[in-house]
């Protein structure tokens, strides 16, 4: 059974930061993406972040370019964003999605081409 689990989420200051992880498992084919995704309330959710998994080539969008860095550690099947610089409209639900169709070249923040999800990890950031 395919699972995305994420950590990492919690309260913090603006200006502070925050890990966010998703351990991925369960799959039985190859992902080519996986992304980064955030909600807040009475909002549509929105890409922040997608990498590569073959190439390790990163995608952020404008808002968080320069303040979020996506990774992955492929040996623990885990990818990270590292969040600095936080601002209350960083406020949010954080998704970890992946997709085993597209690359992430094609489209990375494109919700409907992401066919799992985790349940999302809360990060609320104070001023």
């Known amino acids: 059974q395919v699972q995305l689990v994420e950590s990492g989420g919690g309260p913090v200051q603006a200006g502070g930061s925050l890990r966010l992880s998703c351990a991925a498992s369960g799959f039985t084919s190859n992902r080519n993406c996986m992304g980064w995704f955030r909600q807040a309330p009475g909002k549509e959710r929105e890409g922040v972040a997608a990498?590569?998994?073959?190439?390790?080539?990163?995608y952020y969008h404008d808002s968080v370019q320069g303040r979020f860095t996506i990774s992955q550690d492929r040996l623990k099947d885990t990818v990270y964003l590292q969040m600095n610089s936080l601002q209350p409209e960083d406020t949010a639900l954080y998704y970890c999605?992946?997709?085993?169709?597209?690359?992430?070249?094609?489209?990375?923040?494109?919700?409907?081409?992401?066919?799992?999800w985790g349940q999302g990890t809360q990060v609320t950031v104070s001023s």
């Open positions: 999605a992946a997709r085993t169709g597209d690359r992430c070249l094609e489209g990375p923040f494109e919700k409907a081409k992401y066919n799992y």
């Open positions: 990498i590569s998994t073959r190439t390790g080539t990163p």
